[in-house]
């Protein structure tokens, strides 16, 4: 019974962190509810912060809004860059590159990074 109690009260609070954790935000970090985030979603320029096309590669920078910082009590993380590849069937150094951030002017830098990278090429790949 005790290991059952345990297990239990383990249960509780990582549902009690990712509850708190959980949260909605629009792209000036106010938290929101539900619906309104949902509403928001289906607005893609809302949804867009910054994109580009350098030769093969596509790199974009949303807004999510989704707190995707789930097991910690830091500034929410509702931005992510990615840098995607017109053909899937090719990986290379920045295959799964993502990023996430806690604002716009993070996310905006962050993609820049993401650009400078690209156009850098790390001496791997021929743009």
Known sequence: M????KMEKINNKIKEQISRSTQYF?????RLQLMDWAKKC???EYRKVKQDKIG???IS????GLNMNFFSNQE???FETMIFLDDDDQLDEFYLYQEEYSTEQQALEGHERAVKL???GNGKTNL
């Open 2 to 5: 005790e290991y059952l109690d």
């Open 26 to 30: 629009d792209r000036n970090g106010n």
């Open 42 to 44: 289906e607005d893609d």
């Open 56 to 58: 093969k590669y596509f």
């Open 61 to 64: 920078t949303i807004w999510f």
């Open 76 to 78: 929410p993380l509702i």
């Open 118 to 120: 690209v156009r850098d």
